[in-house]
């Protein structure tokens, strides 16, 4: 008679055992849920810390890029400047060359002109120094 009373006790205590067998998994569940999202975040964290640094490397060169294109500029301004320099000097240094050679020229037609001249004074002294010694003897 009491039977049935024991048995829907013990069903009662079975369904209890079975929810809160449920109940743990489902925190178990719960819990590993956390745990891949706490994952999940951390590398979404680590991420976006990552492109942070791959920007800022990114800015990083661009600035260096800028910066040696200006430093660029300045060289290529400065060597400019240099080359007009440098054919104006090219241009003294020809025009120079150019009258240098004039005057040199000049110059060594009047040298071998005095060469002549002096030459010919030299063997002069020699005819006069040769009759002199056949005199002498």
Do not use: P, S
């Amino acid at each position: 008679m009491w039977h049935h009373v024991f048995h829907g006790r013990e069903r009662k205590r079975e369904r209890e055992r079975e929810r809160e067998r449920e109940r743990e998994k489902e925190r178990d569940r719960q819990t590993d849920r956390d745990r891949q999202t706490d994952r999940y975040r951390e590398r979404e964290r680590l991420r976006e810390k990552e492109t942070e640094t791959q920007i800022q490397r990114e800015r990083e060169r661009y600035r260096e890029i800028q910066r040696q294109r200006k430093t660029g500029e300045r060289e290529r301004e400065k060597e400019r400047e240099r080359q007009r320099h440098r054919y104006t000097e090219r241009d003294r240094d020809r025009h120079a060359r150019e009258r240098d050679t004039e005057t040199d020229r000049r110059e060594r037609e009047r040298k071998k002109e005095g060469d002549r001249d002096r030459q010919e004074r030299e063997r002069e002294r020699e005819r006069k120094r040769g009759r002199q010694r056949q005199k002498q003897r």
